[in-house]
């Protein structure tokens, strides 16, 4: 039997975590046979400690075969003690009459916080993924708050963006969600984001070839797919949390167990390549393998395609930018 690995998952009583716990505590991240350890962290406040105990307690319920542990907490140096995985999924949600500017600010002081306690308390190989908004920025931040962990173990989730895009290019070309390769989603988590189909193929056809109407993929498809969390938001009444939860597993299995050279989307630290800064946490293709990420390199990107980037790239560095003063 396996050694049972420590998975940190903070905002644990939240929509999100509500979604992503079972799943994780049933094996559906890492497998059957990989025997977890949750340790989730809430904010002190009594209501959210509350709520945590409920978590837990259905937890027992469950009887799960692979939960061999649980702590719950609202202490980051607890919940990240020795940690394998993290999920940082909790986030301060825009208030009524915030500023995106005071947003940032706010989620810059909670990532800065965590990624300090990363640095001191968790494995030196734990994998973070930042789900709570703004990801990119916050996983950013939370990376240059852990100077003695490596880069590469900080990624931002672009992955439920990454999967709406096969949805939708799917349903338009009314083949099976299997038949997509090649996806990839440029940039930020945000409605800047670049679903990207040069490169995609349907069934073994390019993609752009299968829809042929470039009018539709640049006025439709692209701000269908990046104003995808609103419009969920509108008609649900409430924001992505299944669907979001189900990306971070995606995202987190096929880090640490593989794709088998299928190409997924990440946000992950820039090395300098595509124009993109080094260090921005940007959405670029990938592939997973023996528990690594490797960017897909070489792609020709033309004018269309650099504006788009360049965009999308814009927006990560206003928000760098506003954040710059806390991180000295
Ligand atoms: P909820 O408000 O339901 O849950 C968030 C939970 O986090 C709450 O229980 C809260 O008490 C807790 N929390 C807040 N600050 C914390 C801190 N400093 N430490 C520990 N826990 C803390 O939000 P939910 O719908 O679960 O969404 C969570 C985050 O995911 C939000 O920031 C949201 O914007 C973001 N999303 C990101 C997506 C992505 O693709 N990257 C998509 C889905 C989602 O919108």
Known sequence: TKTPVRIAITGAAGQIGYALIFRIAAGEMLGKDQPVILQMLELPMEKAQAALKGVMMELDDCAFPTLVGMVGTDDPKVAFKEADYALLVGAKPRGPGMERKDLLMENAKIFIEQGKALNEVASRNVKVLVVGNPANTNAYIAMKSAPSLPKQNFTAML??????????????????????????????????????????????????????????????????????????????????????????????RDWALGTNGKWVTMGIPSDGSYGIPQDIIYGVPVTCENGEYTRVEGLAIDDYSRSMMDKTLTELQEEQAGVASLLG
């Open 159 to 252: 992955r439920l963006d990454h999967n709406r895009a096969i949805s939708q290019l799917a349903t338009r070309t009314g083949k099976a969600v299997a038949d997509i390769e090649k996806m990839i989603v440029w940039g930020n988590h945000s409605p800047t984001m670049y679903p990207d189909l040069r490169f995609a193929s349907v069934a073994g056809q390019p993609a752009l070839a299968a829809i042929n109407d470039d009018a539709w993929y640049k006025n439709d498809y692209i701000p269908t797919v990046g104003k995808r969390g609103a419009a969920i938001i509108a008609t649900r009444g409430a924001s992505s949390a299944a669907s979001a939860a189900n990306a971070a597993i995606d995202h987190m």
